[in-house]
T-cell receptor, first 117, second 111 residues
Framework: GAVVSQHPSWVICKSGTSVKIECRSL??????MFWYRQFPKQSLMLMATSNEGSKATYEQGVEKDKFLINHASLTLSTLTVTSAHPEDSSFYICSARSPQGSNQPQHFGDGTRLSIL | EDQVTQSPEALRLQEGESSSLNCSYTVSGLRGLFWYRQDPGKGPEFLFTLYSAGEEKEKERLKATLTKKESFLHITAPKPEDSATYLCAVQAADSGYALNFGKGTSLLVTP
């Protein structure tokens, strides 16, 4: 069964709208979650690392004021794309990693397809 | 800078025709190399983690191997349901558990 749940799976909205995406870990408490973006035929690119109870760590070139991350509990991280524009259209995927042991893999949600008109 | 290069970009096999996918990597201190399978419109599904050169892991028709410079994903007697994109990712020792992905190999297995 699914270990990480992501919602919504598909969003279509007008330019200038803010969109919130939720990522929940179902089987374990995740102190760290990751947000990735994937363009067609491209690899997953890490956007930011979400840390429970503290500020997210953003990768170089990712605007923290544009992509707001909140990790308020051990099972939920949210990504808000603020004032979205067509160039923000992409496939956004989150992952979570069990903190038990250093050898745990990341488990991914099924992604959110964001289309900005 | 860490780099992950997968080849080929796309591979078409007939059912039962075995082959291998390659993942070449450079990383400053490897914590782990991961293989995932991704179906269209879905998130990656975990397959294997390899930690040190010489390590091998198997699952059904898949076998992953690791050297100091590359990893192979061997597919034995593939079936149409093995069609997917296979992603390789490395985790550097100083990455805080973040993954650096290759672009993937798109595999199509025809009946």
């Amino acid at each position: 069964g699914a270990v990480v749940s992501q919602h919504p799976s598909w969003v279509i909205c007008k330019s200038g709208t803010s969109v919130k995406i939720e990522c929940r870990s179902l089987d374990f408490q995740a102190t760290t979650m990751f947000w990735y973006r994937q363009f067609p035929k491209q690899s997953l690119m890490l956007m930011a690392t979400s840390n429970e109870g503290s500020k997210a760590t953003y990768e170089q070139g990712v605007e923290k004021d544009k992509f707001l991350i909140n990790h308020a509990s051990l099972t939920l991280s949210t990504l808000t794309v603020t004032s979205a524009h067509p160039e923000d259209s992409s496939f956004y995927i989150c992952s979570a990693r069990s903190p038990q042991g250093s050898n745990q893999p990341q488990h991914f949600g099924d992604g959110t397809r964001l289309s900005i008109l | 800078e860490d780099q992950v290069t997968q080849s080929p970009e796309a591979l078409r096999l007939q059912e039962g025709e075995s082959s291998s996918l390659n993942c070449s990597y450079t990383v400053s201190g490897l914590r782990g190399l991961f293989w995932y399978r991704q179906d269209p419109g879905k998130g990656p599904e975990f397959l294997f983690t390899l930690y040190s050169a010489g390590e091998e892991k198997e699952k059904e028709r898949l076998k992953a191997t690791l050297t100091k410079k590359e990893s192979f994903l061997h597919i034995t007697a593939p079936k149409p349901e093995d069609s997917a994109t296979y992603l390789c990712a490395v985790q550097a020792a100083d990455s805080g558990y973040a993954l650096n992905f290759g672009k993937g190999t798109s595999l199509l297995v025809t009946p």
